[in-house]
């Protein structure tokens, strides 16, 4: 299972209503819009992610790794941000070079990024993904949009196994084995992966008929206990990390 | 109230391309029987399944539900569908829900019934499969077994009055086949017609009460389950094997190892006891 399923199902906070959980989260996002970047963006990004850590009971090791491909992208952006290209005027025909403005909002942009990615990491860590979606039902975001999350969700792992045993059988059989076979394999296990997707979709429209399914997938919600009370707590700690963003100074002398 | 729920007249499907799956296929299952679609892989069997739930349309010939002609509107499929259950052979192509009581609420909820019994309903067909405590699992944590019975309990939630299987114990170990066939005992005790597609002679044996065989689209024989041991050489005709059981009973009865007159056994139980009755009978004699 993926590490994010892993913590989402496993987490300290499973129990707390999504509602809570997603609550804290918008604020989370509003607390890095609001922060003054950079150093009060990072102290919102350390912020979230020590509640998710100490709070949710997600090991800083798994946090770091989970976070590690969105960090590597936001570094990425940082730099094609800070640095552009600069035709004549150097030693060279063509320089790359930093200006000091660009510098500034290539720093204030990744910082608030980062702090928005913890806000969305909270919630990938301590929330199944079926919760999100059957909050994002009661929310009324559009049905077609909250179907499509409902079948993506569930064909990843559907379509990933079959990726699964697609590779090991191709492996098996040295379809790995040198760069050209390698090519060779992949290109087929898209290509019947392709077609097996649209084979899949059709029985699986024929399994949602023969359960009397009509134009809409519609589930039962999971009862809410205890909901008001935890929606209260969230959302005064989401509150008050706002306020604090707002009261943090964006650069330190 | 028909006793027969579903009979096919001369049934003939076509695949788009033109090949056919199904041909003049006649036949009939009564209310609360256990029959047995036997055939080897690509028979039909599925094929069969999905016409008689309106999820194919006949190229040809014609299929009555509870003495009505199978009708093709929106409103009469949708009322064939909450009264006919179908069970597909992969779990992953019928769970649409990663969550495992949503998904069992599909079915309910489509009925349009009140939130409440279908929150009852969707307790109740998991703990009847033994998955009262996997509720709140995810589909894709569970193993293959576990993903086949939550399948059935989003079948059983819209409690149907007739049961199809396709292919049921394909994939399964033998625990979970015999929990399988325990919980489909249970539903026929309760007045529950059951369709199961097999090509599993040694389960249709054990099970059925009467065997439909399909070979290539055709409907090769019909048998009723006292029948069974002289339609053996039609089975074999037709790619089947022998059911095991009776191999043995027949072998042990000729060899003077079980009493003639013993009932004949149906599953390896049975058969045990059989053999182990006529031993002691041998003791005592000796």
């Not at chain 1, 804290?24 to 996002?29: D, I, R, V, Y």
């Not at chain 2, 096919?8 to 679609?37: F, I, N």
Request: proline letters at 5%; aromatic letters at 6%; charged letters at 20%.
């Amino acid at each position: 299972m993926m590490l994010t399923e892993r913590y989402a199902y496993g987490n300290r906070w499973r129990a707390v209503s999504v509602d809570a959980k997603a609550a804290f989260a918008a604020l989370g996002m509003v607390a890095a819009f609001v922060a003054h970047p950079p150093v009060g963006s990072f102290a919102v990004a350390a912020a979230l992610g020590t509640v998710t850590v100490l709070g949710a009971g997600v090991p800083a090791r798994s946090y770091a790794k989970v976070a590690t491909i969105p960090w590597a992208f936001l570094m990425v952006s940082a730099v094609t941000l800070a640095v552009s290209v600069r035709l004549g005027g150097g030693p060279l025909p063509v320089s790359l070079v930093v200006e000091p403005q660009q510098g500034a909002i290539a720093v204030a942009a990744v910082s608030r990024s980062l702090a928005a990615l913890s806000a969305t990491l909270f919630l990938a860590l301590t929330t199944p993904m079926t919760d999100v979606i059957s909050l994002a039902r009661r929310l009324h975001v559009p049905t077609t949009l909250v179907e499509m999350m409902t079948i993506c969700y569930r064909s990843l792992f559907v379509l990933s196994d079959a990726v699964n045993d697609m590779r090991q059988a191709q492996t098996a059989r040295l379809g790995y084995s040198s760069w050209r076979n390698r090519i060779r394999s992949m290109g087929t296990a898209v290509a019947l992966l392709a077609i097996e997707s649209w084979r899949r979709s059709i029985v699986m429209h024929q399994a949602s008929l023969a359960r009397a399914g009509g134009d809409e997938l519609r589930f039962l919600e999971p009862q809410r206990d205890g909901v008001p009370g935890q929606l209260a707590i969230a959302s005064s700690f989401g509150v008050a990390l706002v306020v604090a963003a707002t009261l943090v100074p964006g650069i330190l002398v | 109230m028909s006793d027969v729920v579903f009979e096919t007249v001369a049934l003939g499907y076509r695949y788009p391309d033109g090949r056919s799956a199904l041909v003049d296929l006649t036949l009939r299952v009564r209310r609360g029987g256990r029959v047995a679609l036997l055939g080897a892989n690509g028979s039909g069997k599925t094929t069969l399944l999905l016409n008689l739930l309106g999820l194919l349309t006949p190229s040809s010939g014609e299929i009555r539900a509870f003495g009505e002609p199978l009708g093709r509107s929106a409103a009469d499929l949708k009322r064939l569908r909450s009264r006919v259950g179908l069970v597909f052979q992969n779990p992953d192509s019928q769970l649409l829900s990663a969550s495992v009581a949503e998904d069992v609420s599909f079915g309910p909820m489509n009925l349009g019934l009140d939130l409440d019994v279908v929150r009852t309903r969707v307790a109740e067909a998991l703990a009847s499969v033994g998955m009262a405590e996997h509720a709140d699992i995810p589909a894709h944590a569970l193993s293959f077994g576990q993903k086949k019975r939550v399948c059935i309990a989003g079948i059983l939630a819209m409690r149907p009055e007739v049961l199809l299987l396709d292919e049921p114990t394909a994939g399964l170990d033998a625990a979970a086949v015999e929990e399988l066939l325990g919980v489909l005992a249970r539903l026929h005790a309760d007045g529950m017609t059951i369709v199961l597609s097999t090509h599993d002679i040694d389960l249709a044996y054990a099970w059925a009460d009467r065997a439909e065989v399909l070979h290539r689209g055709r409907l090769v024989g019909s048998c009723e389950a006292r029948e069974f041991s002289t339609a053996f050489p039609m089975f074999m005709r037709h790619d089947l094997a022998h059911p095991r059981v009776a191999e043995i009973y027949n072998t042990a009865l000729d060899a003077g190892l079980i009493a003639p007159g013993t009932p004949e056994p149906r599953t390896h139980a049975q058969l045990l006891d059989a053999l182990a009755g006529a031993s002691i009978d041998v003791k005592e004699a000796s």
